[in-house]
């Protein structure tokens, strides 16, 4: 079991900046895939990151070059940074954990005004 709570979301005009962070209650070091997806008002949820134990990282075409996940395994966070944000970006983005579950967090609301 891993609980997971994410923060650092909120209201940013475009072309801004926010960093959301993911804490999990045990150490990520064995989860073999820590990511952050994100769902919009009548959207399905979308994967936006994720990075894998080995360090490698993968991002949805509409974020590439614009936001960067990491993962710091000796405070058991997982970051996501979003730079030059479009109103598109707006949605409600969660944290997940994979190992041999699927773990969530409860999600936190970034809203980008044009």
């Known amino acids: 079991q891993v609980q997971l709570v ?4 909120g209201l940013v005009q475009a072309g801004g900046s ?10 990520i070091f064995s989860i ?19 990075c894998t134990s080995s360090g490698s990282t993968n991002y949805a075409d509409s974020v ?11 405070k058991n966070t997982v970051y996501l940074q ?3 944000l479009k109103p598109e970006d707006t949605a409600v983005y969660y944290c997940s954990a994979r ?10 609301q970034v809203t980008v005004s044009s």
């Not at 073999?32 to 994720?50: D, F, I, N, T």
Request: glycine letters at 12%; charged letters at 20%.
């Open 99 to 108: 190992s041999t579950n699927v773990y969530w967090g409860q999600g936190t």
């Open 32 to 50: 073999v895939a820590m990511g952050w997806y994100r769902q919009a008002p009548g959207k399905q949820r979308e994967l936006v990151a994720v």
């Open 6 to 9: 994410e923060s650092g979301g």
């Open 64 to 74: 590439k070059g614009r936001f960067t996940i990491s993962r710091d395994n000796a």
């Open 18 to 27: 926010l960093t959301l962070s993911c804490a999990a209650s045990r150490s």
């Open 82 to 84: 979003m730079n030059s």
